[in-house]
């Protein structure tokens, strides 16, 4: 199912949503729908649902050095479900085995499966629990399937490790979500102002004050986003 899109959370998830990496490197691709209504955290949540296919071939898979470069073009031409065969044929080599889990969370948030992309992102972090950038995408997901105790938690961690813009979002959504506006507030302002080119920062301020009634300093906050 696809709820009609929201224009301010279309807008956060495209900005903090990564692709699976390309030789290696992380990008961000835009997400494929994001619902609208009361609720914060499900105007940022990725809804978009498909059927998989019988996935039983990953099973012959030869794992080789390029495995993961060829699940990566697979992604790139939009074919989700090889994709995810062979990131999971993937797992049988220790070498790869934490690059797997991260991409295949990626793929499966695009396949609408939440459970199994913060599942794949715990495996990924049990292997490797100072990496940064599976740290705050660990703490994003957590948020995203409404798990915000954790997501809060995970989101202080994924700062612990760098100052990463994405746990910063990720808490200052936390704290608004739990009424800790001041909190919030003073995380996001910090947020935008280390970087000013992250418009879900804005977004996310002008929500803030609209819940505070606060008109004139979310009118600022969304005109920031614009300019």
């Given amino acids: ?103 295949a969370a990626i793929v499966w948030r695009d396949l609408g499966n939440i459970k199994n992309a913060v599942q794949n992102l715990q495996k990924a972090y049990q292997l490797d629990p100072r990496e940064p ?10 948020w995203l399937s409404g798990q915000k105790k954790r997501a809060q938690k995970q989101a202080r961690l994924a700062l612990s490790l760098s ?7 990720t808490l200052g959504l936390c704290l608004m979500e739990i009424k800790k506006m001041d909190e919030a507030a003073t995380t996001l302002l910090s947020l935008s102002k280390q970087a000013p080119s992250f418009l879900p920062a804005y977004m996310a301020l002008g929500r803030l004050y609209e819940q505070k009634k606060e008109w004139a300093k979310a009118h600022e906050s969304y005109q920031a986003a614009l300019d």
């Fill in 1 to 103: 199912w696809r709820p009609a899109p929201d224009a301010l959370a279309a807008t956060l998830v495209r900005a903090v949503a990564p692709r699976p990496a390309r030789c290696g490197l992380e990008d961000r691709r835009a997400a494929l729908g994001a619902g609208s209504g009361t609720d914060w955290r499900i105007l940022l949540a990725v809804v978009s649902c498909l059927a998989t296919n019988n996935m039983s071939w990953a099973k012959k898979i030869d794992v080789s050095s390029d495995t993961l470069t060829k699940a990566h073009a697979l992604y790139y031409q939009g074919q989700l479900d090889q994709a995810i065969a062979i990131y999971d044929a993937a797992l049988s080599s220790p070498p790869l085995r934490a690059e797997s889990y991260k991409n």
């Fill in 163 to 169: 100052s990463s813009t994405l746990a910063q979002l």
């Fill in 133 to 142: 950038r599976v740290a705050e995408q660990l703490a994003w997901f957590y």
